[in-house]
């Protein structure tokens, strides 16, 4: 598989073009991921919720060897920027740096997206997704839930596969908490912190698709306020259960998540030396996503959550006050809406049931 790559501006693009040809470079030393399970205020639970991430995830280096990997390479580069576009194509293997985004058509097999800015995001990725290409754009997907669902309804109609993710929702840690939370009874309230930059969706999407991740979709309303040390958002779900997610400013650039339920709470720092880890789970279900012809995850996770952060700034800019989500999405969403969604099972290593 031929994948093009957009981007110039944002490391994720080198670091995905790094990881899927083979060229670790300076873009990610090796550091030692740790997969250790969460830890939390109960005995780890040895059994998992229906559905669930299996806790028992192959290592970066058995999806490395995947054949998807194997056979997928990106192979032509655009960015704005011609020079850093040059330095990276070289730096990973690629040889052809296109004239244009559209220029890559015919060329390739698919494409990933990754820039900086989400407004931009629609624009670059929609004339691959007309043209039925399996699409992966980095996150934020765009700053605009109509731009969200505009893209994600070409989609449907054209056959293409889509997919938007934080790596840090596939992080080992994630993972496992996620797979344990079953033993938490019912589950009552997901506090998911990191860091803030840049604007409204840049940062703060990490901590909202963890969240997701976590909860799964289903929130109705959205109440945020904004101080010069973090943007805090409350999200609360149509059974009650609620999502904090604190985007922190100025303060140490950590991730951590806390999951509350009726029998106890789990909690899990999420550590810069699980991105790679998460950005190879990333890859890997979105190639097997492309090769299946079905999107790694329902397309009302990425509307959702675009949504949310839209609903968060309404909220913001209203002082604070609540903000249901239908309004922002002018109408609810439910799991039917776009019907190729489905979500990957957990990846196996080639040669395992």
Known sequence: MQLGMIGSDLLHALEYASILNAHPGPAFPKAKVDHSAAVGGMAPPQFRCEGAWDPELPSADQILADSAFRDAKVTSWWGPDTATVKQWAAQTGVHHVAASPEAMLGLVDGVLVCTWHGKDHAALARPFVEAGLPVFVDKPFTESTQEARELLSLAERSGSVVFTS????????????????????????????????????????????????????????????????????????????????????????????????????????????????????????????????????????????????????????????????????????????????????????????
């Open 166 to 353: 934080s790596p840090w929702k596939w992080s080992p840690s994630v993972l496992s908490l996620t797979a344990q939370a079953s033993g938490l009874g019912d589950i009552k309230t997901c506090i998911a912190s990191g860091p803030y930059l840049d604007n409204a969706y840049f940062y703060t999407t990490h901590m909202v698709e963890v969240g997701q991740a976590i909860l799964g979709p289903g929130a109705v309303s959205v109440q945020a306020q904004h101080t010069p040390q973090a943007r805090v958002i409350i999200v609360t779900y149509d059974d009650g259960r609620v999502l904090v997610v604190n985007a922190l400013q100025g303060a140490a650039a950590t991730r951590h998540v806390v999951l509350y339920g009726s029998k106890g709470y789990l909690e899990a720092d999420i550590g810069e030396a699980q991105k790679e880890a998460g950005m190879v789970e990333t890859l890997a279900r979105f190639l097997h996503g492309a090769a299946e012809g079905r999107p790694p995850l329902p397309y009302t996770y990425p509307l959702e959550a675009t949504a949310v952060m839209e609903a968060a700034q309404a909220s913001v800019d209203a002082g604070g006050r609540p903000v249901r989500l239908d309004t922002i999405l002018e109408g609810p969403i439910s799991g039917q809406e776009f019907a190729s969604g489905a979500v990957v099972p957990p990846l196996k290593k080639e040669g395992t049931s």
